[in-house]
């Protein structure tokens, strides 16, 4: 039951370990260093919603998570960004399944191009690394995805606005 390949880890506020175990489970490490199964089940071919091991991923990377509990996930081959509360449940909680674009709006009218890595403040507000579009997304606790406007100043005085394709949000 341990983990077989380890794609990422998070520490939620409540000192739980949650592990992504092959980019298709989270399995939490208990205190006595066994592990249970929080969502979903391994070698599943579909993505769907639900509780605990009835969920299924594709290939999940970076997860963060909120000062409540819940672990937010990237999926990247869907352009979609999933949430599984502290019970296991699981949905989808900002962009699409099928729709890659860069749009933002609301939690499902906003659109990713591909995100990669993600980050919770203290606030809970989700930052998403958008590398396909150089871009870094705000998921505000207000349920609004905005594209963070990064522009800074050269040493030459040059004003930019490109960001080479992040990754990685810290």
């Known amino acids: 039951n341990e983990p077989s390949l380890l794609r990422d ?4 506020p409540s000192g739980k370990m949650l592990i992504n175990d ?4 989270i399995k939490i490490r208990n205190a ?10 391994q070698n599943a071919m579909e993505r769907s919603d639900g509780p605990g091991i009835l969920a299924t991923f594709r290939l999940m990377g970076d997860m963060a ?3 409540k509990d819940n672990v937010y996930i990237v ?3 869907s352009t979609a960004i999933r949430k599984i509360a502290p019970d296991g449940q699981t949905s989808l909680y900002a962009g699409s ?3 890659k674009a860069h749009l933002d709006g609301t939690l499902t009218t906003a659109a990713f191009k591909c995100p990669a890595g993600i980050t919770a403040d203290n606030q809970d507000n989700l930052y ?4 396909c579009d150089n871009a870094i997304r705000k998921i ?3 349920g609004k995805v905005t594209t963070i406007d990064l522009q800074w100043t050269t040493s030459g005085g040059i004003k930019s606005r490109a960001l080479p394709a992040p990754r990685r949000v810290f």
Do not use: C, H, R
């Open 9 to 12: 880890f998070v520490i939620t």
């Open 22 to 25: 092959s980019g298709q489970v």
């Open 32 to 41: 006595d260093g066994s592990y249970s199964y929080l969502a979903g089940k």
């Open 65 to 67: 998570a909120d000062s």
């Open 75 to 77: 999926e990247a081959e």
């Open 97 to 99: 399944y099928n729709k």
């Open 128 to 131: 998403v690394a958008d590398p």
């Open 140 to 142: 505000g606790a207000d």
